[in-house]
């Protein structure tokens, strides 16, 4: 029980716990030195990783541009970091944002758009698991887009279709939502395995 190792963690852990009764000064002073703790992290993790590197590169081969330009981002950073209304900041965060864009958008087509597609059109039926799955993301898909159309009102066969895609948001709120406090539920438990078989020696 004494052991720093697992005094400190299990310190914290009970002061995070402590939110359960109100708010008080220990959880925010835990919950301040958390967020300390990601930040330095993130800043070590840039500066060993990312800028010294490219610093370095390019004190070794200054005729190389290549090596050059990569020093044309910390300066466009320092700027706007020492003074945030300037032209070489603000084109600096201009062209980081536009950048990160780049590679986000490419992704979340494939991944969230194109791979959907790829997934509804394939052989449906109900000869074999493979088709029933299929035939079953098909009908999702094209109820849930039904139901998000709104040109006409919805009757007949369009309103039967909007209603499915209805009841298929449902489940898949309910899904996200179950899963997403069953991972909670898991850290809890496994919280509560630290404290009382690791810390205390209470079970086994």
Do not use: K
Request: glycine share 10%.
């Amino acid at each position: 029980m004494l052991d720093p190792a697992l005094l400190v963690p299990a310190l914290l852990t009970l002061g995070v716990f402590s939110i359960l009764y109100r708010e008080n000064p220990v959880f925010r002073c835990i919950e301040h030195v958390g967020l300390g703790m990601a930040a330095g992290y993130a800043l070590v993790t840039i500066v060993f990783n990312g800028m010294l590197p490219r610093l370095v590169a390019a004190a070794r081969h200054p005729g190389d541009m290549a090596a050059v330009l990569l020093a044309l981002p910390l300066m466009a950073g320092i700027a706007f970091t020492a003074l945030r209304r300037n032209a070489l900041g603000t084109l600096g965060v201009t062209i980081a944002a536009a950048i990160a864009a780049g590679f986000a958008v490419p992704g979340l087509v494939q991944n969230l758009i194109l791979e959907q597609m790829r997934a509804t059109m394939v052989p449906v039926g109900l000869s074999s698991d493979a088709g029933f799955d299929s035939l079953v993301i098909a009908v999702c898909v094209l109820s849930t887009m039904a139901y998000f159309s709104f040109t006409r009102e919805p009757r007949g066969i369009r309103g039967l279709a909007a209603i499915t895609g209805l009841y298929t948001l449902m489940i898949s709120f309910g899904a996200s939502f179950g899963y997403a406090a069953m991972s909670r539920i898991t850290l809890l438990i496994g919280r509560f395995l630290f404290l009382l078989r690791d810390w205390l020696h209470l079970v086994n």
